[in-house]
């Protein structure tokens, strides 16, 4: 009995280590999906960090003649949800003057969401970070194209850069379904294709 357990002891442990040592193998065999798609814009200056799982459509078009990249979820995602990027990278704004242009942005982009100036005044504007972004954002209840929709629009800047200006629109009521997106979203966004350690 004595002379059995640790020949039975050192089986356990060849196996153990057998299986151990198959793990890195198995690994490279079957490569984990890449978690978010990281695109470099060099007509924005910024690298943008897009869901990848599942896939998310993403592409740069011009709105009113700037450029705008934007990242729209796929069809079997829920809630459907569009997040837009834009920058203005020859644009400074002093840490002093963004609470005013921030705010100024945001109500004059929330008339595109069908809010009338005089709503537009009225929007919470709150001061907001994202990563290394600092700025002001609000949330409100919007249309496009006659379709309801909760917006969030936030404009900041990271210091000693050039301001952003993000957006993501979904269904009434399902924001706080995306607050995980935003966070890997937004706060892993980078100026100039710098690396993020996030």
């Not at 299986?19 to 007509?43: G, T």
């Not at 837009?84 to 002093?94: E, F, I, M, N, Q």
């Not at 269904?171 to 980078?190: F, S, V």
Request: glycine share 8%; hydrophobic share 45%; proline share 9%.
């Amino acid at each position: 009995m004595t002379t059995g357990a640790p020949s039975r002891q050192r089986r356990v442990v060849f196996a153990l280590a057998a299986i151990l040592a198959m793990q890195p193998a198995a690994l490279l065999a079957k490569p984990a999906l890449r978690e978010m798609q990281i695109h470099k814009v060099p007509a924005l200056g910024l690298e943008i960090w897009v869901e990848n799982q599942p896939a998310w459509d993403a592409k740069l078009v011009d709105v009113a003649g700037h450029p705008t990249f934007v990242a729209q979820s796929p069809s079997t995602y829920h809630p459907p949800t569009v997040m837009t990027y834009a920058s203005w990278p020859k644009l400074l704004v002093t840490p002093n003057m963004l609470p005013d242009v921030a705010a100024s942005a945001i109500r004059q982009a929330s008339q595109h969401f069908g809010l009338d100036p005089g709503r537009g005044r009225m929007l919470t504007i709150k001061p907001a970070s994202h990563g290394a972004l600092q700025g002001f954002e609000a949330d409100f209840a919007g249309k496009s194209e006659g379709v309801a929709m909760d917006v969030r629009i936030f404009v900041g800047q990271a210091p000693g850069q050039f301001p952003v200006a993000l957006t993501v629109t979904t269904l009434p009521g399902k924001m706080a379904h995306l607050e995980e997106c935003i966070r890997r979203g937004w706060g892993r966004l980078n100026y100039a294709g710098a690396v993020s350690q996030r």
